[in-house]
Protein backbone atom coordinates (compact mmCIF):
# COMPACT_ATOMS: atom_id res chain seq x y z
CA UNK A 1 0.00 0.00 0.00
CA UNK A 2 1.48 3.16 -0.92
CA UNK A 3 2.16 6.20 1.81
CA UNK A 4 -0.26 8.16 0.33
CA UNK A 5 -2.70 5.66 1.69
CA UNK A 6 -0.97 5.45 4.89
CA UNK A 7 -1.15 9.07 5.23
CA UNK A 8 -5.00 9.35 5.32
CA UNK A 9 -5.55 7.32 8.34
CA UNK A 10 -2.75 7.73 9.69
CA UNK A 11 -2.62 4.93 13.25
CA UNK A 12 -0.05 6.07 14.68
CA UNK A 13 -0.57 7.88 18.40
CA UNK A 14 0.67 10.95 19.53
CA UNK A 15 3.15 12.95 21.84
CA UNK A 16 2.88 12.04 25.13
CA UNK A 17 1.89 14.64 27.63
CA UNK A 18 4.84 15.86 29.40
CA UNK A 19 5.37 15.06 32.65
CA UNK A 20 5.97 17.37 35.52
CA UNK A 21 9.29 14.79 36.73
CA UNK A 22 11.97 13.31 35.08
CA UNK A 23 10.58 9.96 35.91
CA UNK A 24 7.10 10.38 35.06
CA UNK A 25 7.75 11.63 31.37
CA UNK A 26 10.38 8.74 30.74
CA UNK A 27 7.27 6.61 31.93
CA UNK A 28 5.16 8.37 29.57
CA UNK A 29 7.02 8.99 26.69
CA UNK A 30 7.68 4.84 27.52
CA UNK A 31 4.14 4.46 27.63
CA UNK A 32 3.42 6.15 24.17
CA UNK A 33 6.33 4.27 22.41
CA UNK A 34 4.89 0.76 23.38
CA UNK A 35 1.44 2.10 21.91
CA UNK A 36 3.24 3.77 19.04
CA UNK A 37 4.68 -0.04 18.26
CA UNK A 38 1.59 -1.70 18.90
CA UNK A 39 -0.11 0.53 16.72
CA UNK A 40 2.53 0.00 14.04
CA UNK A 41 2.63 -4.01 14.26
CA UNK A 42 -1.53 -3.56 13.92
CA UNK A 43 -0.82 -1.98 10.81
CA UNK A 44 1.58 -3.71 9.34
CA UNK A 45 -0.55 -6.81 10.59
CA UNK A 46 -3.53 -5.38 8.83
CA UNK A 47 -1.39 -4.59 5.39
CA UNK A 48 0.41 -7.88 5.48
CA UNK A 49 -3.00 -10.41 5.95
CA UNK A 50 -5.90 -8.15 4.26
CA UNK A 51 -4.90 -9.47 0.92
CA UNK A 52 -1.82 -11.79 0.74
CA UNK A 53 0.05 -9.49 -0.40
CA UNK A 54 2.76 -9.74 1.81
CA UNK A 55 5.27 -13.02 1.91
CA UNK A 56 7.02 -14.58 5.07
CA UNK A 57 8.90 -12.30 6.49
CA UNK A 58 7.36 -9.26 5.36
CA UNK A 59 8.33 -10.55 0.89
CA UNK A 60 5.70 -8.00 -0.72
CA UNK A 61 4.52 -10.02 -3.78
CA UNK A 62 4.60 -7.67 -6.48
CA UNK A 63 2.37 -6.90 -9.50
CA UNK A 64 -0.93 -8.18 -7.54
CA UNK A 65 -2.40 -4.85 -6.26
CA UNK A 66 -1.56 -4.01 -9.97
CA UNK A 67 -3.67 -6.79 -10.99
CA UNK A 68 -6.13 -5.94 -8.71
CA UNK A 69 -6.57 -2.24 -9.75
CA UNK A 70 -6.56 -2.95 -13.48
CA UNK A 71 -9.35 -5.44 -13.37
CA UNK A 72 -11.36 -3.12 -11.61
CA UNK A 73 -10.66 -0.17 -14.21
CA UNK A 74 -11.58 -2.38 -16.68
CA UNK A 75 -15.24 -3.05 -15.15
CA UNK A 76 -15.49 0.73 -15.15
CA UNK A 77 -14.72 1.12 -18.47
CA UNK A 78 -16.87 -1.69 -19.48
CA UNK A 79 -19.84 -0.09 -18.01
CA UNK A 80 -19.11 3.29 -19.92
CA UNK A 81 -19.14 1.66 -22.98
CA UNK A 82 -22.80 -0.77 -21.98
CA UNK A 83 -24.07 3.29 -21.43
CA UNK A 84 -23.09 4.60 -24.36
CA UNK A 85 -23.64 1.76 -26.99
CA UNK A 86 -26.79 0.19 -26.07
CA UNK A 87 -27.86 -3.04 -27.03
CA UNK A 88 -26.20 -5.50 -25.23
CA UNK A 89 -24.82 -8.42 -25.65
CA UNK A 90 -25.01 -7.22 -28.98
CA UNK A 91 -22.25 -5.71 -30.97
CA UNK A 92 -23.62 -2.05 -31.08
CA UNK A 93 -19.94 -0.25 -31.20
CA UNK A 94 -17.12 0.15 -32.70
CA UNK A 95 -14.65 -2.86 -33.91
CA UNK A 96 -11.69 -0.90 -31.19
CA UNK A 97 -14.56 -1.19 -28.29
CA UNK A 98 -15.65 -4.41 -28.64
CA UNK A 99 -13.14 -5.53 -25.79
CA UNK A 100 -14.61 -4.09 -23.53
CA UNK A 101 -17.82 -5.81 -23.87
CA UNK A 102 -16.64 -8.58 -21.88
CA UNK A 103 -16.37 -6.69 -18.39
CA UNK A 104 -17.49 -10.36 -16.90
CA UNK A 105 -13.71 -11.68 -17.42
CA UNK A 106 -12.99 -8.82 -15.00
CA UNK A 107 -14.46 -10.56 -12.45
CA UNK A 108 -13.28 -13.95 -13.37
CA UNK A 109 -9.87 -12.21 -12.60
CA UNK A 110 -11.03 -10.84 -9.66
CA UNK A 111 -11.92 -14.79 -8.05
CA UNK A 112 -9.22 -16.00 -8.89
CA UNK A 113 -7.16 -13.63 -7.23
CA UNK A 114 -9.21 -13.61 -4.01
CA UNK A 115 -8.53 -17.68 -3.57
CA UNK A 116 -5.04 -16.69 -4.41
CA UNK A 117 -4.36 -14.16 -1.98
CA UNK A 118 -6.42 -16.07 0.67
CA UNK A 119 -4.16 -19.00 0.13
CA UNK A 120 -0.98 -17.45 0.36
CA UNK A 121 -0.60 -17.52 3.81
CA UNK A 122 -1.90 -20.83 4.77
CA UNK A 123 0.32 -22.42 1.73
CA UNK A 124 3.55 -21.50 3.89
CA UNK A 125 1.95 -23.46 6.79
CA UNK A 126 1.29 -26.48 5.44
CA UNK A 127 -2.20 -25.38 4.39
CA UNK A 128 -3.59 -24.63 7.42
CA UNK A 129 -5.56 -22.07 7.90
CA UNK A 130 -5.48 -20.85 12.03
CA UNK A 131 -8.96 -20.97 13.08
CA UNK A 132 -12.20 -21.16 10.97
CA UNK A 133 -13.86 -18.28 13.51
CA UNK A 134 -10.73 -16.46 13.30
CA UNK A 135 -10.57 -16.11 9.37
CA UNK A 136 -14.89 -15.52 9.45
CA UNK A 137 -13.92 -12.51 11.80
CA UNK A 138 -11.46 -11.19 9.45
CA UNK A 139 -12.97 -11.43 5.95
CA UNK A 140 -16.04 -10.00 7.73
CA UNK A 141 -14.38 -6.96 9.24
CA UNK A 142 -12.35 -6.58 5.85
CA UNK A 143 -15.41 -6.59 3.12
CA UNK A 144 -18.70 -5.54 5.07
CA UNK A 145 -18.17 -2.02 5.95
CA UNK A 146 -16.95 -0.70 2.74
CA UNK A 147 -19.58 -2.70 1.05
CA UNK A 148 -22.47 -2.30 3.36
CA UNK A 149 -21.41 1.97 3.29
CA UNK A 150 -21.67 0.88 -0.29
CA UNK A 151 -25.12 -0.46 -0.42
CA UNK A 152 -26.01 2.67 1.12
CA UNK A 153 -24.51 5.05 -1.51
CA UNK A 154 -26.01 3.26 -3.90
CA UNK A 155 -29.46 3.10 -2.37
CA UNK A 156 -29.48 6.74 -1.97
CA UNK A 157 -28.19 7.32 -6.02
CA UNK A 158 -30.92 5.11 -6.54
CA UNK A 159 -33.84 6.80 -4.80
CA UNK A 160 -32.91 10.07 -5.29
CA UNK A 161 -30.63 10.60 -8.49
CA UNK A 162 -31.54 7.28 -11.39
CA UNK A 163 -31.65 3.55 -10.74
CA UNK A 164 -29.35 1.52 -12.39
CA UNK A 165 -30.53 0.64 -15.92
CA UNK A 166 -33.03 -1.89 -16.77
CA UNK A 167 -33.77 -1.91 -12.85
CA UNK A 168 -36.99 -0.35 -10.74
CA UNK A 169 -36.37 1.84 -7.96
CA UNK A 170 -35.10 0.13 -5.20
CA UNK A 171 -37.43 -1.57 -2.40
CA UNK A 172 -37.61 -2.73 1.20
CA UNK A 173 -36.75 -6.40 -0.16
CA UNK A 174 -33.65 -4.79 -1.66
CA UNK A 175 -32.33 -3.59 1.51
CA UNK A 176 -33.25 -6.87 3.15
CA UNK A 177 -31.30 -9.41 0.39
CA UNK A 178 -28.45 -6.82 -0.43
CA UNK A 179 -27.73 -6.33 2.93
CA UNK A 180 -27.49 -9.92 3.72
CA UNK A 181 -25.30 -11.15 0.88
CA UNK A 182 -28.16 -13.13 -0.59
CA UNK A 183 -28.91 -11.14 -4.23
CA UNK A 184 -27.71 -14.19 -6.21
CA UNK A 185 -30.11 -16.27 -4.17
CA UNK A 186 -33.31 -14.14 -4.17
CA UNK A 187 -34.29 -11.84 -7.27
CA UNK A 188 -35.00 -8.24 -5.83
CA UNK A 189 -34.30 -4.67 -8.03
CA UNK A 190 -30.63 -4.02 -8.14
CA UNK A 191 -29.30 -0.43 -6.45
CA UNK A 192 -25.77 -1.08 -8.24
CA UNK A 193 -25.22 -3.32 -11.33
CA UNK A 194 -21.34 -4.51 -9.65
CA UNK A 195 -22.63 -5.87 -6.50
CA UNK A 196 -23.90 -9.22 -7.53
CA UNK A 197 -20.50 -10.58 -7.36
CA UNK A 198 -19.97 -9.75 -3.77
CA UNK A 199 -22.36 -12.53 -2.54
CA UNK A 200 -20.58 -14.76 -4.90
CA UNK A 201 -17.44 -14.39 -3.56
CA UNK A 202 -18.64 -14.46 0.31
CA UNK A 203 -20.10 -17.94 -0.25
CA UNK A 204 -16.76 -18.85 -1.65
CA UNK A 205 -15.26 -18.06 1.69
CA UNK A 206 -17.17 -20.81 3.32
CA UNK A 207 -15.69 -23.18 0.83
CA UNK A 208 -12.45 -21.87 1.75
CA UNK A 209 -11.46 -24.16 4.78
CA UNK A 210 -12.49 -27.16 3.08
CA UNK A 211 -10.38 -26.31 0.20
CA UNK A 212 -7.70 -26.27 2.39
CA UNK A 213 -8.24 -29.72 3.99
CA UNK A 214 -8.50 -31.35 0.58
CA UNK A 215 -5.53 -29.55 -0.50
CA UNK A 216 -3.74 -31.23 2.85
CA UNK A 217 -5.47 -34.42 2.64
CA UNK A 218 -5.88 -35.51 -1.05
CA UNK A 219 -3.79 -33.04 -2.66
CA UNK A 220 -4.30 -30.07 -4.90
CA UNK A 221 -4.46 -31.47 -8.49
CA UNK A 222 -7.28 -34.19 -7.05
CA UNK A 223 -9.22 -31.36 -5.12
CA UNK A 224 -9.28 -28.87 -7.92
CA UNK A 225 -10.76 -31.89 -10.22
CA UNK A 226 -12.87 -32.63 -7.90
CA UNK A 227 -14.16 -29.25 -7.67
CA UNK A 228 -14.43 -29.25 -11.50
CA UNK A 229 -16.58 -32.48 -12.17
CA UNK A 230 -19.44 -31.61 -9.57
CA UNK A 231 -19.42 -27.65 -11.10
CA UNK A 232 -19.56 -29.49 -14.86
CA UNK A 233 -22.30 -31.75 -13.70
CA UNK A 234 -24.26 -29.25 -12.65
CA UNK A 235 -23.50 -27.19 -16.01
CA UNK A 236 -24.88 -30.52 -17.79
CA UNK A 237 -27.68 -31.48 -15.63
CA UNK A 238 -29.38 -28.09 -15.54
CA UNK A 239 -30.67 -27.40 -18.50
CA UNK A 240 -32.90 -30.79 -17.79
CA UNK A 241 -33.30 -30.54 -14.05
CA UNK A 242 -34.90 -27.82 -12.88
CA UNK A 243 -33.54 -28.38 -9.16
CA UNK A 244 -30.09 -28.45 -10.49
CA UNK A 245 -30.98 -24.99 -12.92
CA UNK A 246 -31.27 -23.23 -10.09
CA UNK A 247 -27.88 -23.46 -8.68
CA UNK A 248 -27.00 -21.37 -12.16
CA UNK A 249 -28.19 -18.44 -9.58
CA UNK A 250 -25.11 -19.16 -7.76
CA UNK A 251 -22.59 -18.77 -10.51
CA UNK A 252 -20.57 -22.39 -10.07
CA UNK A 253 -18.18 -21.92 -12.14
CA UNK A 254 -16.79 -19.29 -9.74
CA UNK A 255 -15.88 -22.36 -7.90
CA UNK A 256 -13.66 -23.55 -9.61
CA UNK A 257 -11.92 -20.64 -10.93
CA UNK A 258 -11.60 -19.79 -6.86
CA UNK A 259 -9.83 -22.88 -6.34
CA UNK A 260 -7.71 -22.90 -9.33
CA UNK A 261 -6.09 -19.22 -7.24
CA UNK A 262 -5.92 -21.57 -4.34
CA UNK A 263 -3.66 -23.72 -5.40
CA UNK A 264 -1.98 -21.44 -7.63
CA UNK A 265 -0.91 -20.14 -4.01
CA UNK A 266 1.74 -22.42 -3.95
CA UNK A 267 3.91 -20.51 -6.19
CA UNK A 268 4.15 -17.61 -4.07
CA UNK A 269 5.04 -19.84 -1.14
CA UNK A 270 8.36 -20.43 -3.20
CA UNK A 271 9.22 -16.64 -3.21
CA UNK A 272 9.94 -17.17 0.62
CA UNK A 273 13.36 -18.28 2.19
CA UNK A 274 13.44 -21.58 2.89
CA UNK A 275 11.17 -23.36 5.69
CA UNK A 276 10.81 -26.16 8.04
CA UNK A 277 8.07 -28.63 6.35
CA UNK A 278 5.18 -29.23 8.74
CA UNK A 279 4.35 -31.92 10.85
CA UNK A 280 1.17 -34.67 11.21
CA UNK A 281 -1.25 -34.62 7.79
CA UNK A 282 0.19 -31.03 6.21
CA UNK A 283 1.91 -32.66 3.24
CA UNK A 284 3.43 -31.34 -0.04
CA UNK A 285 0.38 -31.20 -2.33
CA UNK A 286 2.19 -31.35 -5.51
CA UNK A 287 4.50 -33.94 -4.55
CA UNK A 288 2.61 -37.04 -2.84
CA UNK A 289 5.77 -39.17 -2.49
CA UNK A 290 7.12 -38.99 0.99
CA UNK A 291 9.68 -36.73 1.54
CA UNK A 292 13.23 -37.09 3.68
CA UNK A 293 12.68 -36.57 7.76
CA UNK A 294 14.54 -34.12 8.82
CA UNK A 295 14.64 -30.62 11.54
CA UNK A 296 14.76 -28.54 8.64
CA UNK A 297 14.83 -28.81 5.28
CA UNK A 298 13.90 -26.72 2.05
CA UNK A 299 10.25 -26.66 0.92
CA UNK A 300 10.31 -28.58 -2.00
CA UNK A 301 9.69 -27.01 -5.39
CA UNK A 302 8.48 -29.38 -7.59
CA UNK A 303 5.79 -27.88 -9.81
CA UNK A 304 6.69 -24.56 -10.21
CA UNK A 305 10.60 -24.20 -9.26
CA UNK A 306 11.10 -26.37 -12.30
CA UNK A 307 8.62 -24.47 -15.01
CA UNK A 308 8.92 -20.61 -13.17
CA UNK A 309 10.43 -19.68 -16.27
CA UNK A 310 7.96 -21.30 -18.78
CA UNK A 311 4.43 -19.83 -16.29
CA UNK A 312 3.90 -16.62 -18.80
CA UNK A 313 4.23 -19.35 -21.88
CA UNK A 314 1.77 -22.04 -20.02
CA UNK A 315 -0.56 -19.49 -19.04
CA UNK A 316 -0.63 -17.52 -22.58
CA UNK A 317 -1.04 -21.39 -24.14
CA UNK A 318 -3.84 -21.61 -22.28
CA UNK A 319 -5.96 -18.70 -22.77
CA UNK A 320 -5.30 -18.46 -26.45
CA UNK A 321 -7.18 -21.08 -27.82
CA UNK A 322 -10.45 -19.59 -25.38
CA UNK A 323 -9.45 -16.06 -26.87
CA UNK A 324 -9.88 -17.31 -30.80
CA UNK A 325 -13.00 -18.40 -29.74
CA UNK A 326 -13.96 -15.68 -28.69
CA UNK A 327 -12.65 -13.73 -31.68
CA UNK A 328 -14.38 -15.75 -33.77
CA UNK A 329 -17.86 -16.12 -32.14
CA UNK A 330 -20.08 -13.48 -31.81
CA UNK A 331 -20.32 -11.26 -28.34
CA UNK A 332 -24.16 -12.69 -27.94
CA UNK A 333 -23.06 -16.25 -28.07
CA UNK A 334 -20.22 -15.71 -25.41
CA UNK A 335 -22.16 -13.75 -22.75
CA UNK A 336 -24.53 -16.55 -23.24
CA UNK A 337 -21.90 -19.49 -22.76
CA UNK A 338 -20.24 -17.90 -19.90
CA UNK A 339 -20.53 -20.90 -17.79
CA UNK A 340 -18.05 -23.05 -20.13
CA UNK A 341 -15.96 -19.86 -21.05
CA UNK A 342 -15.24 -18.90 -17.85
CA UNK A 343 -14.42 -22.68 -17.04
CA UNK A 344 -11.94 -22.92 -19.89
CA UNK A 345 -9.74 -19.74 -18.71
CA UNK A 346 -9.80 -21.32 -15.16
CA UNK A 347 -5.74 -22.70 -15.94
CA UNK A 348 -4.67 -19.75 -17.53
CA UNK A 349 -6.33 -17.78 -14.92
CA UNK A 350 -4.33 -20.18 -12.50
CA UNK A 351 -1.10 -19.62 -14.71
CA UNK A 352 -1.18 -15.42 -14.68
CA UNK A 353 -1.32 -15.71 -11.13
CA UNK A 354 1.34 -17.79 -10.56
CA UNK A 355 3.71 -16.49 -12.75
CA UNK A 356 2.85 -13.15 -11.27
CA UNK A 357 3.75 -14.54 -8.27
CA UNK A 358 7.06 -15.90 -9.14
CA UNK A 359 7.62 -12.00 -10.90
CA UNK A 360 7.32 -13.74 -14.56
CA UNK A 361 7.72 -11.72 -17.02
CA UNK A 362 9.64 -9.21 -15.69
CA UNK A 363 8.64 -6.33 -17.91
CA UNK A 364 4.88 -7.51 -17.33
CA UNK A 365 5.41 -7.34 -12.92
CA UNK A 366 7.56 -4.17 -13.83
CA UNK A 367 4.52 -2.41 -14.85
CA UNK A 368 2.22 -3.61 -12.55
CA UNK A 369 4.08 -2.66 -9.77
CA UNK A 370 4.60 1.12 -11.01
CA UNK A 371 3.37 3.56 -8.31
CA UNK A 372 -0.20 4.58 -10.41
CA UNK A 373 -1.23 1.38 -11.11
CA UNK A 374 -0.05 -0.13 -7.83
CA UNK A 375 -1.99 3.19 -5.88
CA UNK A 376 -5.10 2.24 -7.92
CA UNK A 377 -4.97 -1.94 -6.43
CA UNK A 378 -5.14 -0.47 -2.91
CA UNK A 379 -8.49 1.01 -3.33
CA UNK A 380 -9.78 -1.31 -6.16
CA UNK A 381 -12.26 -2.78 -3.75
CA UNK A 382 -13.81 0.93 -3.32
CA UNK A 383 -13.47 1.47 -6.93
CA UNK A 384 -15.98 -1.65 -8.07
CA UNK A 385 -17.99 -0.87 -5.46
CA UNK A 386 -19.19 2.61 -6.14
CA UNK A 387 -18.76 3.63 -9.55
CA UNK A 388 -21.77 1.90 -11.24
CA UNK A 389 -24.25 4.55 -9.54
CA UNK A 390 -21.49 7.43 -10.65
CA UNK A 391 -21.38 6.57 -13.98
CA UNK A 392 -25.27 5.91 -14.31
CA UNK A 393 -25.67 9.26 -13.12
CA UNK A 394 -23.47 11.02 -14.82
CA UNK A 395 -24.97 9.80 -17.92
CA UNK A 396 -28.12 10.15 -17.37
CA UNK A 397 -27.87 13.68 -16.22
CA UNK A 398 -24.72 14.95 -18.02
CA UNK A 399 -23.62 12.85 -21.17
CA UNK A 400 -27.32 11.96 -22.25
CA UNK A 401 -28.27 15.20 -22.35
CA UNK A 402 -25.51 16.38 -24.47
CA UNK A 403 -25.00 13.62 -26.68
CA UNK A 404 -26.97 10.76 -28.59
CA UNK A 405 -25.46 6.86 -27.94
CA UNK A 406 -22.63 6.39 -29.96
CA UNK A 407 -18.59 7.28 -29.83
CA UNK A 408 -19.22 10.95 -28.94
CA UNK A 409 -21.17 10.10 -25.58
CA UNK A 410 -18.92 7.21 -25.05
CA UNK A 411 -16.03 9.73 -24.89
CA UNK A 412 -17.26 11.63 -22.69
CA UNK A 413 -18.34 9.38 -20.14
CA UNK A 414 -14.44 8.26 -20.05
CA UNK A 415 -13.64 12.04 -19.83
CA UNK A 416 -16.51 12.40 -16.75
CA UNK A 417 -17.44 9.60 -15.20
CA UNK A 418 -14.08 7.21 -15.00
CA UNK A 419 -12.07 10.70 -12.77
CA UNK A 420 -15.34 11.41 -10.99
CA UNK A 421 -15.04 7.31 -10.23
CA UNK A 422 -11.74 7.66 -9.59
CA UNK A 423 -11.36 10.43 -7.07
CA UNK A 424 -14.43 9.46 -5.24
CA UNK A 425 -13.56 5.88 -4.50
CA UNK A 426 -9.93 6.79 -3.21
CA UNK A 427 -12.06 9.11 -0.57
CA UNK A 428 -14.39 6.08 -0.20
CA UNK A 429 -11.44 4.11 0.54
CA UNK A 430 -9.72 6.40 3.26
CA UNK A 431 -13.03 6.09 5.30
CA UNK A 432 -14.49 2.74 4.49
CA UNK A 433 -11.79 0.83 3.63
CA UNK A 434 -8.12 1.61 4.55
CA UNK A 435 -9.03 1.83 8.04
CA UNK A 436 -10.04 -1.50 8.15
CA UNK A 437 -7.14 -2.98 6.33
CA UNK A 438 -4.60 -1.54 8.97
CA UNK A 439 -6.43 -2.20 12.13
CA UNK A 440 -7.69 -5.78 13.14
CA UNK A 441 -10.35 -4.70 15.35
CA UNK A 442 -12.95 -1.52 16.56
CA UNK A 443 -10.94 -1.37 19.69
CA UNK A 444 -7.59 -0.75 17.67
CA UNK A 445 -9.64 1.22 14.94
CA UNK A 446 -10.83 3.46 17.91
CA UNK A 447 -7.53 3.89 19.59
CA UNK A 448 -6.32 5.06 15.87
CA UNK A 449 -9.17 7.57 15.89
CA UNK A 450 -8.56 9.01 19.62
CA UNK A 451 -4.65 8.91 18.56
CA UNK A 452 -5.61 11.29 15.65
CA UNK A 453 -8.10 13.06 17.45
CA UNK A 454 -5.57 13.76 20.59
CA UNK A 455 -2.30 14.47 18.66
CA UNK A 456 -1.28 18.09 19.18
CA UNK A 457 0.61 19.53 16.13
CA UNK A 458 3.80 21.02 16.20
CA UNK A 459 4.57 18.61 19.23
CA UNK A 460 7.44 15.78 18.65
CA UNK A 461 6.37 12.57 18.65
Known amino acids: MDSSADELSDPRPGPP ?242 AVGVVAAAAARETSRPARQPSGRAREPWRRARQPSGPARETSRPAWGRRGAALPWLALAAAAPVAVLIAVRSPAWTIGQLFWVDLALAPAAGLLLASVARGRPAPLVRLLDTRPVRSLGSFSYSLYLVHAPIV ?31 VFARGFAAVFELPFQRHRSGAALRAAARNRLTRQPGRPA
Open 17 to 258: AIQATGREETTGCEEAAAREDASRREEAAGREGAEGRQGVGGGRLGGLDGVRGLAALFVVLHHCRLLAYPGFPADTGPWWASWLLYGHFAVVVFIALSGFSLAVSPARAGWRLGGVRRFARRRAWRILPPYWAALLFSLVVAWTLAPQPGQPVPTGKTVVVYGLLLQDVFGSPSPNGALWSIAVEAQLYVLFPLLLLAVRRVGATVTVGAVTVVVVAVGLLAPSVPAVGALMRLTPQFAVLF
Open 392 to 422: VALDRYVAAPLAEPGTGRFLLLLALAVPVSL
